[in-house]
DNA sequence: TTATTTGTTCAATTGTAATTGAATGTTCTG
DNA sequence: CAGAACATTCAATTACAATTGAACAAATAA
């Protein structure tokens, strides 16, 4: 296997894991995944370390990782004992699976918590330790974030269609 | 000014302080924004670290941090030499400007990136660093991520609409 | 079976960014 | 003006998560 890259792709490497760094995912999955985006052929993880001078632990738990949001497979390779992953090229299929692997179930969330502090916020009340005003002044503000919560609710999945 | 919250503000600052953080965000300036977000009155920067526990810097770099995103402004207390801070309650305000200040100038510079990828690419091919083969199939991959791009790019004004 | 190749787990290290206390600067007050 | 009240800056600490090397486990080959 080749032991360096062509440039092209090694500034893609570099962009990916940039953009994984910001989202708070490790640098070296987005590397990976970049790098499984811009070849050919499936890669081993001797071939994942080697190119991107990782070690094999992180090449490890960054490919179990990409397998597990299903943005990368393993395939087999005849006459090969090692494992190989290819990237899954479907920038949508990868989108939609984020959605409901990551956004999703936090939004749902999101709401019984807001439900949880609507709750809390009349015990408050009852309890005395919030004055007639405080008490319009949160209920009011919570109300308005419940709004924006149905409006994001909304949208995804027209956002979804719209992919 | 009090020196405990009810249990209802400090549940709220705890999940805005976590959402923060989920979001590569200090952790105290989401905790910040969701104090105030829920007091019916402005806070000086003694009030947000005597009842956040926070330092007196943390609160000051967080204020301002908040300042930046438009996330809260500065009101005057008649009868007091501080400085004292509100919410900006708009969340729909705070998308626009998240959007504006954040999201579109990344975009951006994700398109001329791009470009520069796809030159990069023209120029591995010349010089014989990338075989036919894997030059078409790079080639390719680029062009699907373009289209995603692009899909985005004509996607979020319709979102903004939505708001 | 034994030796070798491959993949994962785990403790330790490293790197990075948030947080703090102390020092500094600035504005008000008496 | 001197002194106090505030806010900010900065160096140092702390907390956290990514990364690694080494030990371990599993599978294959000889």
Redesign the pocket.
């Known amino acids: 296997m080749a032991e360096s890259l062509p440039s092209c792709r090694r500034e893609f490497v570099e962009t990916a894991?940039r953009l994984c760094q910001r989202l708070?995912?490790?640098?070296?999955?987005g590397q990976i995944y970049g790098l499984l985006y811009l070849s050919a052929r499936p890669l081993?993880?001797?071939d994942i370390s080697g190119l991107l001078?990782?070690?094999?632990?992180?090449?490890?738990?960054?490919?179990?990782q990409l397998l597990a949001w299903q943005a990368v497979k393993q395939v087999w390779v005849p006459g090969?004992?090692?494992?190989?992953f290819e990237a899954i090229g479907d920038l949508r299929e990868l989108l939609r699976t984020g959605y409901e692997k990551f956004f999703r179930p936090r939004l749902e969330r999101s709401v019984t918590k807001m439900e949880q502090l609507h709750a809390n916020l009349e015990a408050d009340r009852k309890s005395g330790a919030l004055s007639k005003e405080d008490h319009a002044f949160c209920k009011a503000r919570l109300a308005h974030m419940a709004t924006m919560q149905n409006r994001v609710t909304k949208l995804l999945p027209i956002a979804e269609k719209f992919f």
Chains 1, 2 share one sequence.
Do not use: F, I, N, Q
Request: hydrophobic content about 20%; glycine content about 12%.
């Open positions: 894991g708070g995912l490790p640098r070296s999955t081993s993880l001797d001078s990782l070690s094999k632990a992180s090449a490890s738990t960054g490919t179990r090969d004992r090692r494992d190989h």
